[in-house]
């Protein structure tokens, strides 16, 4: 059985040497899409959709592709943002597929493509379901005792990376044992996170499979996997203990400048969000509880992001934030400076200016930081 994406952006994959013009053929039956799908593919820089209607249950179509390309298929109400009902697959072309079971998770058999992919999907479930298991049985504790964060931390910390490596070394051994199979770099991309583990994967790849309409199916996320490690390695650097807080002056909410040295001598929570941001709203409650508990111990300074100077003020007065805001423009360089990576990133920089410590995330650990830092102190 096969997991849905949790996105329902498209990632095009670019085929390797000669174009297929053979369709695509699909036969789907799922059971959340009633009587019609929207399905999405890729147009030189845009995207193309299709509206199939389903006939006594089943949706059947031609996708003339031209490349392997992830398709989406969704149903009309997902597309105008009132449900969540889609789910993703590698369109290959001149194959056949056939799906069962609903945007979840489904079963794609079909022709030899999707026959070895099947055979893989299998045995890439049975290496995911031991951390299924145990970050479910985390989540339920949470939601009996909501006490229990950080214990629930130390367990996730502590037992998670030696699951991970259970599925990354069995999936590793899939593309070993079948290096021939087009769908064995299909896999690779699965391993994303360490681009070192997926360049080992794809190096056993057949000659075949590693020069053919595939390539640009592992290539591309190793590139990016790349990337991210780099700037994660760089963001590591920016963000660690004890380096200097990258000086700054931005605009507050009247219009005046307000600058990080402004700050120095106190100790200031660097607040990077945006109006935009799910988990940065999210968190607010409980941003608040904590500046109120620890008020006159430290600051917060709230820095908008890639945002609209309207939405960002509208977010402030309809969230009631109490802590001092500033709005950081587009065309500013102040995320690559502090080498911001996701939202919300918060930073603490201390009395000296220099930062204590960095949580990217709503991460218990920042409450656990702010309890440890400041729960003492008098």
């Known amino acids: 059985m096969k997991l849905a994406f949790l996105t329902i952006s498209l990632l095009l994959v ?25 399905v999405v593919t890729r147009q030189g820089n845009g995207e193309k959709k299709d509206t199939v209607v389903a006939r006594n249950g089943m949706f059947t179509f031609n996708l003339p592709l031209t490349q392997v390309q992830d398709v989406l298929l969704a149903t009309p109400a997902t597309l105008r943002m009132q449900e969540r009902n889609y789910l993703s697959f590698l369109g290959v072309p001149g194959e056949e597929a056939h799906i069962t079971g609903n945007e979840r998770v489904y079963t794609i058999t079909g022709s030899k493509y999707y026959r070895e992919f099947h055979e893989a999907d299998s045995v890439m479930d049975a290496a995911r379901k031991p951390m299924m298991d145990f970050s479910e049985r985390l989540s339920d504790r949470l939601k009996a005792d909501s006490t229990a964060r950080d214990a629930v931390l130390k367990m ?40 070192d583990t997926m360049e080992k994967a794809a190096a056993l790849l057949s000659d075949r499979v590693k020069n053919g309409r595939m390539k640009q199916v592992f290539e591309e996320p190793i590139a990016q996997a790349k990337a991210k490690k780099e700037a994660d390695e760089k963001a590591e650097k920016l963000q660690a203990k004890g380096v200097t807080a990258p000086a700054f002056t931005l605009n507050d909410m009247n219009g005046k400048p307000l600058s990080l040295a402004s700050f120095r001598g106190k100790y200031v929570l660097l607040d990077f969000w945006g109006s935009w941001c799910i988990w940065c709203i999210k968190g607010f409650p409980q941003m608040k509880e904590y500046y109120n508990k620890y008020k006159g111990k430290f600051e917060v300074l709230g820095i908008d992001c890639s945002d609209t100077q309207a939405k960002w003020k509208e977010a402030v007065k309809k969230y009631q934030l109490p802590w ?20 919300p990133t918060k930073i603490l920089v201390g009395p000296d200016g220099k930062i204590v410590k960095t949580i990217v995330g709503e991460d218990p650990a920042f409450y656990t930081l702010l309890d440890e830092t400041f729960g003492k102190k008098k």
């Open 14 to 38: 670019a085929q390797g040497a000669m174009a297929q013009t053979a369709p695509l053929k699909v036969q789907a039956s799922l059971s959340n899409f009633k009587d019609s799908m929207i």
């Open 156 to 195: 996730y910390q502590d037992s998670m990376p030696a699951l991970e490596k259970q599925y990354t070394d069995k999936l590793v051994e899939f593309v070993k044992q079948h290096p021939d199979y087009e769908c064995s770099a299909e896999v690779v991309r699965y391993l994303q996170g360490d681009p």
């Open 324 to 343: 001092k805001h500033v709005f950081c423009p587009r065309e500013s360089n102040l995320l690559s400076q502090y080498g911001i990576q996701g939202f």
